[in-house]
C-alpha cells in the first residue's frame, strides 16, 4: 500500500528558505506523477508543483524561479525547495501520488500524505 509523509516543514522569516521533503512508499506505479499542493489559510488549496516519472516538471506560475521539485534516485523521497519565502507561502503542503498529473490534481484517485505545516512570517 501507498503511504506519504511530509516533513521539513516549519517557521521561517520572509526572505529565508524551507526544504520539504516527502517519503514515499509502496508506489503502485510504473508511470506516475507526484506534486505538491498547499492549502493556504482562508483559500482554496491549490497545486503548487509536479514531476513525473520522465522527469517532467510543472510549476505554478506564482512560484516559478522560487520553487524547485525533486526526487531521489530511487524515486522514493520527493522534495520541494523553496527560497525567498513570502507571507503568501505560508499553509499546510501535501505530497502526493497519483497514475497521471490530471487525476492527482483535479480527481480522486490520488494517495496523499498529512501535511506539512509552513508559517512565513
Known amino acids: 500500500h501507498v503511504q506519504l509523509v511530509e516533513s521539513g516543514g516549519g517557521s521561517v522569516q520572509t526572505g529565508g528558505s524551507l526544504r520539504l521533503s516527502c517519503a514515499v512508499s509502496?508506489?503502485?506505479?510504473?508511470?506516475?506523477?507526484m506534486g505538491w499542493f498547499r492549502h493556504p489559510p482562508g483559500k482554496l488549496r491549490e497545486g503548487v508543483a509536479s514531476?513525473?516519472?520522465?522527469?517532467?516538471?510543472t510549476y505554478k506560475d506564482s512560484v516559478k524561479g522560487r520553487f524547485i521539485i525533486s526526487v531521489d534516485n530511487s524515486k522514493t523521497t520527493l522534495y520541494l525547495q523553496i527560497n525567498n519565502l513570502t507571507l503568501e507561502d505560508t499553509g499546510t503542503y501535501y505530497c502526493?501520488?497519483?497514475?497521471?498529473?490530471?487525476?492527482?490534481?483535479?480527481?480522486?484517485?490520488?494517495?496523499w500524505g498529512q501535511g506539512t505545516q509552513v508559517t512565513v512570517s
Open positions: 502526493g501520488l497519483d497514475r497521471g498529473c490530471a487525476s492527482l490534481f483535479y480527481g480522486d484517485s490520488g494517495h
Open positions: 509502496g508506489n503502485p506505479y510504473r508511470t506516475y506523477c
Open positions: 514531476i513525473e516519472s520522465d522527469g517532467t516538471t
